[in-house]
């Protein structure tokens, strides 16, 4: 079903982000991904797409390479990061959301996330909202943990309705006592296409802030500003939507701003949240 070589991990957090419903734009999957790719990550396991895929609607592609077909498949890979002087070690696992067998599919990340000895999973994801692409985006946190909620600064879920794969792997680790929290970014409704920059940087920005752990997102800051001035181009020429984007951002500007705890408490506060956990354990 799927294929792992697991190296030793430094207390590792599981961290999951899946094209499709939970991925507006791209935000999550493509946050993940720049941040394996620029961490040097090690590819350490493929969850075979074979049982959980309709291969008729996600379907593979082909390429020609050397005159020669080449299939690509739905892809479910994990790779691991590896924080210079962090006390923790990220186990990141990317790709599209399967559309079969999802139990079988949450199992196959259960028996994961034991071998690696997760501290915990976190699952990130993007949803669309009434915002301006001009103000920073965002990003909210739940956890059903209270001693996670207290650490991350995070609330808890209240959405009640039809789920994906994240709500039933949140619903599955919480069966087994490993801690489950999910951070999304809010992107705006009318530029909802992927790639989205400005979105990935706002989540791995978050992230950093609640685990303490380094992302390098400032990197992404050119990224985000062509991003934005891409959109701006686009509906200069439009007054209607130039006139509904001031509305959006006279309300954004009017709301509170919320204090957020640093990055060095929020990581202070996770470590000290391991540490129960590995004496309760």
Known sequence: MWEATLPDLRSPLLVTAYQGWFDVGGAATGALEWLSERSDSIRVAHIDPEEFFNFAEQRPTVSLRDARREIEWPANDVHVLRPPEARHDLMLVVGAEPQLRWRTYAEVIVELAKRCAATALMTVGAH??????????????????????????????????????????????????????????????????????????????????????????????????????????????????????????????????????????????????????????
Do not use: C
């Open 128 to 281: 669309v909202a009434d915002i301006p692409h001009t103000r920073p985006f965002d990003v909210t946190g739940s956890t059903t943990d209270a001693g996670l909620a207290d650490v991350w600064g995070l609330g808890q879920p209240s959405y009640e309705g039809p789920t994906g794969i994240v709500g039933v792997l949140h619903e599955r680790f919480e069966q087994i006592g490993v801690p489950a929290a999910s951070l999304r970014v809010a992107v705006p409704h009318y530029v909802s296409g992927a790639p989205n920059p400005k979105g990935a940087r706002a989540l791995l920005e978050r992230f950093e802030r609640v685990t303490g752990l380094p992302t390098g997102w400032a990197d992404l800051d050119d990224a985000a500003a062509e991003w934005e001035q891409r959109v701006n181009d686009a509906m200069h020429s439009d007054d209607d939507v130039v006139a509904y984007v001031k509305r959006l951002e006279a309300r954004a500007d009017a709301r509170a701003k919320r204090n957020v705890p640093s990055g060095d408490d929020l990581g202070a506060e996770f470590e000290r949240f391991l540490r129960q956990q590995d004496t309760s354990g």
